[in-house]
């Protein structure tokens, strides 16, 4: 099973978050290709991660060819755009949380036990739910984009409260994955940091979740 360490980002006063992630937070590559006959292109995906005693923060780096971005409220379906994801379990539930975001910041987040049971977070989870996010070369994504080819870099850095989980402070680990995909890119791709070894693209399989180890100092 893959493993991930989390550090504790701390003394978070004397810093901002970027600078804190960039000095102590854990890097991640999205880069395992588990279906390359049908879907051969990987963009460059990787970021850091890191955690405080409230929230995970996943800070998600993004260069590629396309940028599509066709859903601009939350709850839409954001898989079809240019998109970023982690999943998380908390271990010995039975239920898996999945957030995925776009590159104007707009957010799938639910919870089931597979994927034909999701259920919506609250909206008061979603308002709970930062998210930071920035185009190079485009001002703030207010309207629809579907720009096929050239390479788009973008980022999106979620804060993603331990509450939302369920949880009341940080877990001595969590259960999960990330994910980049886009299905109704001009280059559609489905890429895991955890290999998914599935006949085809499917990123519902807690069992091959991988492991993130939260570390307390």
């Not at 978070?12 to 588990?34: K, P, Y």
């Amino acid at each position: 099973m893959k493993t991930l360490r989390i550090p504790l980002l701390q003394n978070l006063e004397d810093q901002d978050i970027d600078t804190a992630l960039e000095l102590c937070g854990s890097r991640f590559c999205v880069d395992t290709l588990n279906w390359p006959a049908e879907f051969p292109y990987a963009p460059l995906c990787s970021g850091r991660i890191g955690h405080t005693e409230e929230s995970l923060l996943v800070d998600f780096r993004v260069s590629g060819l396309d940028l599509r971005v066709q859903n601009l409220s939350d709850k839409g379906r954001i898989w079809e755009d240019s998109a970023c994801e982690i999943f998380l379990q908390v271990p010995g539930s039975p239920e898996y949380f999945n957030f995925e975001v776009n590159p104007a910041g707009r957010l799938v987040a639910a919870r089931g036990k597979g994927r034909s049971d999701r259920k919506p977070l609250p909206d008061e989870a979603f308002g709970q739910i930062v998210r930071i996010c920035s185009v190079e070369g485009m001002p703030v994504v207010g309207e629809p984009v579907d720009r096929e080819g050239g390479v788009w870099n973008w980022r999106v850095l979620l804060l993603i409260p331990f509450g939302v989980l369920g949880l009341e402070e940080a877990p001595d680990k969590l259960l999960g994955n990330i994910y980049k995909c886009g299905d109704l890119t001009a280059h559609p791709h489905f890429v895991t940091w955890a290999p998914v070894p599935t006949p085809s693209p499917d990123f519902h399989r807690p069992e091959h979740f991988g492991t993130f180890v939260l570390e307390r100092g």
